[in-house]
């Protein structure tokens, strides 16, 4: 008899624990609490798949940020490269866009993961859909609640791989954290990660408003700010600017500019409850010259009307001026010029867990060994987003998610003695 072992969770991370588990020659059976797997994939995909990115290896692992170190082994035995490669393996072509993101030829997740369940199928994996892990009996045994009742899973190994906290309609629910924590797991609480963030504005008392004026916001909400850069300053000193774009909200702002701060911007406001961003409206424009182009005499033209002429500036960055500066912009042309190049922003709350695209926290590192067991759990191994990591949207997520689980079961095969 091949050793059994259990995977539990069918996103990226389980369904790449599976295929390496059964290539080693081991029986593998994955569970997952919804009726079809990789749900989030394929919604992670639906404006297009972005798999992987084409960075250089360092500029790549330098996007994991503090946990960089600990993600490192799994990305060089399973790197972008690699995971193009697996990609051509089930006939799925893909190409580099103009911002070095790795996309399928046909931009869709569908193809790849239908395509890839049917190997998995042929390889022997059986997929169980609808049964939820509730709980353990004995060492590592699992308890699965199913559509029929309560079924009683007896592997050799576990791996677990059951997403983070956002998006639990999608089954990232996080409720396995209090499953482990009360067999002694060390896990971080779920924090959102590539996220939204809520604003105040300055009032017309001097005090602090929550989020946009009515204006702004039933005029803009929805629409893209760019170009900009972003720049801030965490408490640490930790420096963060970078060119792109970001959408106006409701309460805020959003998009893969303010993705790829958001562990900066949530770990300030934890610590002061607030946190401040400047925005240069204009990165394409030197200061010397926004400030000659502005301070040009308007006459009798409105100041929007001064600055669409002089700057070719219209519509929501010229809104978002008004917004921050207030009608007192019009008598100090100096502090719209310096406003255009560093237009202050006061971030007060990211948006809740469940609106994130990914989260933060989970099993913390020093509760597993170097090929992801849990120490407290022999024969128990994570991968996936479960773990203390988080990265940027950009490939750098899913790349991670796809090597955890490859690494996960190649530690399990170890484990097993089948390697």
């Known amino acids: 008899m091949r050793p059994h072992v259990a995977v539990v969770g069918a996103g990226p991370a389980g369904l790449m624990a599976a295929e390496t588990l059964s290539r080693l020659g081991l029986a593998v059976d994955v569970y997952d609490r919804m009726p079809s797997a990789g749900r989030k994939f394929l919604l992670a995909g639906k404006g297009g798949l972005n798999l992987t990115h084409s960075e250089p290896p360092p500029a790549f692992l330098s996007r994991y940020g503090p946990q960089r170190a ?71 045994d699992l308890v699965m609640d199913t559509p029929t009742g309560p079924v009683l899973v007896q592997p050799e190994a576990v791996v ?59 005029r803009f909400a929805g629409q893209p700010v760019k170009p900009v850069v972003l ?24 998009g893969s500019l303010v993705y790829a701060a958001s562990r900066l911007l949530r770990e300030a406001i934890a610590a002061r409850g607030w946190v401040d961003i400047h925005l240069d409206l204009m990165p394409d424009w030197p200061a010397e010259r926004v400030l000659a182009e502005v301070i040009h005499p308007r006459g009798s033209r409105s100041w929007s009307s001064h600055l669409q002429s002089r700057l070719g500036l219209k519509g929501l960055k010229v809104a978002l001026l008004h917004e921050v500066l207030g009608p007192l912009a019009k008598d100090e042309p100096v502090a719209v010029a310096a406003a255009l190049k560093a237009l202050p922003l006061r971030l007060v709350s990211p948006r809740p867990l469940d609106e994130a695209i ?31 990591w988080e990265a940027p949207t950009g490939g750098y997520l899913l790349t991670a998610c796809f090597a955890s689980g490859r690494w996960a079961g190649q530690g399990v095969a170890r484990w097993l003695g089948a390697v």
């Open 70 to 140: 600990a993600v490192a082994p799994w990305l060089e035995a399973f790197g972008a490269e690699a995971l193009r490669a697996w990609a051509g393996s089930l006939g799925i072509e893909t190409f580099v866009g103009t911002s070095g993101r790795v996309f399928p030829k046909d931009m869709k997740a569908a193809p790849l993961l239908r395509a890839w369940l049917h190997r998995l199928r042929e390889a022997g994996v059986r997929l169980h859909m609808r049964h939820r892990w509730v709980g353990w009996s004995g060492a590592r």
């Open 160 to 218: 677990l791989a059951l997403g983070g906290g956002s998006w639990s309609r999608l089954g990232s629910d996080g409720a396995w954290v209090p499953l482990l924590a009360g067999r002694g797991v060390a896990v971080r609480p779920l924090l959102p990660a590539n996220c939204g963030f809520d604003v105040a504005r300055p009032g017309p008392q001097g005090e602090t408003v929550p989020g946009w004026s009515e204006h702004l916001r039933s």
């Open 231 to 254: 720049s801030l300053t965490a408490p640490g000193g930790e420096r963060f600017v970078r060119r792109g774009e970001f959408v106006l909200t409701d309460t805020g702002i959003e």
């Open 358 to 388: 990914s989260s933060a926290g989970g099993v913390g590192f020093e509760a597993l060994d170097e090929h992801l067991m849990l120490r407290p759990l022999p024969g128990v191994f994570c991968a996936g987003e479960m773990l203390d």
